[in-house]
């Protein structure tokens, strides 16, 4: 059975100020962006909650998504990652926090990249809404590498004391 996110503690990220009000215009904004990325997909089910995890607005934000009504478990909730980069959504089973959560968004980012250097297909790949070019895909690298050095450390929780 398909264990649900704990978000007792979301949104997280160490020395983010998720009250300045630039910041919550920002992010109220990547949110909205997730909603509409999440509700143009014909699978979805409609949306219960938009649940912000983790976010650096404008750059990245990941929302765990809620849906009403699921029909499995395991269809009852995603992550959606949204900012300047390519949106994308995949499922919580692995990936139980934020941190997880970005690990797996650079690992996904990380095999188009790779696949569009290689001359690979793609078909396998997660769809990334650019044009399969070089170009693109080392703007990715570049994007997954920030978010691997400066955001996934802000990302991860404080050690148990």
């Not at 769809?127 to 080392?138: I, L, M, N, Q, S």
Request: hydrophobic fraction near 45%; include cysteine; charge should be negative.
């Amino acid at each position: 059975m398909a264990m649900l996110v704990d978000t007792s503690r979301f949104p997280f990220g160490r020395n983010i100020d998720y009250d300045s009000g630039e910041e919550v215009e920002g992010l109220r904004a990547l949110q909205a962006e997730a909603r509409v990325f999440i509700e143009s997909d014909s699978w979805a089910p409609p949306i219960a909650d938009l649940v912000l995890a983790f976010g650096v607005a404008p750059i990245v934000a990941l929302f765990l998504v809620k849906f009403e009504n699921p029909t499995a478990p395991e269809e009852a909730e995603r992550w959606a990652v949204v900012g300047n980069l390519p949106s994308m959504h995949f499922e919580t089973d692995d990936t139980p926090t934020p941190a997880l959560a970005l690990q797996l968004y650079c690992a996904i980012a990380q095999d188009w990249a790779d696949n569009i250097f290689e001359g690979r297909d793609l078909s396998d790949s997660y769809p990334v809404d650019v044009a399969p070019t070089r170009e693109h895909a080392k703007m990715l690298l570049g994007r997954i590498d920030f978010i691997r050095r400066e955001l996934i450390p802000l990302a991860e929780p404080p050690p148990e004391c």
